[in-house]
């Protein structure tokens, strides 16, 4: 017998059903860890996604090399928020 189906004999629940409700509440937490990063990096720039932040930096308006890193860090976490919406969609 798996950890999961000793857990769900316990809980009184199948299995899948725990599964799913695992995984959904995983991606609800890490979602809320990237947007919580993302309103950060918006607040500290100004802007609303990347591609304010991408036209900011070509209008010269950014001169810090931190924000090339930031951009870069900004991307990264739509990228990774839109992959983690996609999947809770997928778990519903």
Same mark, same amino acid.
């Given at each position: 017998?798996?950890?999961?189906?000793?857990?769900?004999?316990?809980?009184?629940?199948?299995?899948?059903?725990?599964?799913?409700?695992?995984?959904?509440? @995983?991606?609800?937490?890490?979602?809320?860890?990237?947007?919580?990063?993302? @309103?950060?990096?918006?607040?500290?720039?100004?802007?609303?996604?990347?591609?304010?932040?991408?036209?900011?930096?070509?209008?010269?308006?950014?001169?810090?090399?931190?924000? @090339?890193?930031? @951009?870069?860090?900004?991307?990264?976490?739509?990228?990774?928020?839109?992959?983690?919406?996609?999947?809770?969609?997928?778990?519903?």
């Amino acid at each position: 017998m798996t950890v999961l189906e000793k857990v769900a004999k316990e809980l009184k629940i199948p299995p899948e059903e725990l599964l799913k409700e695992s995984l959904q509440n @995983y991606l609800k937490r890490k979602l809320k860890l990237v947007e919580t990063e993302l @309103y950060v990096l918006s607040k500290k720039y100004g802007v609303k996604n990347v591609n304010d932040f991408d036209q900011a930096i070509s209008n010269g308006k950014f001169h810090e090399e931190n924000s @090339y890193e930031d @951009y870069f860090r900004f991307d990264n976490l739509e990228a990774e928020r839109d992959s983690i919406l996609a999947s809770l969609k997928e778990v519903k």
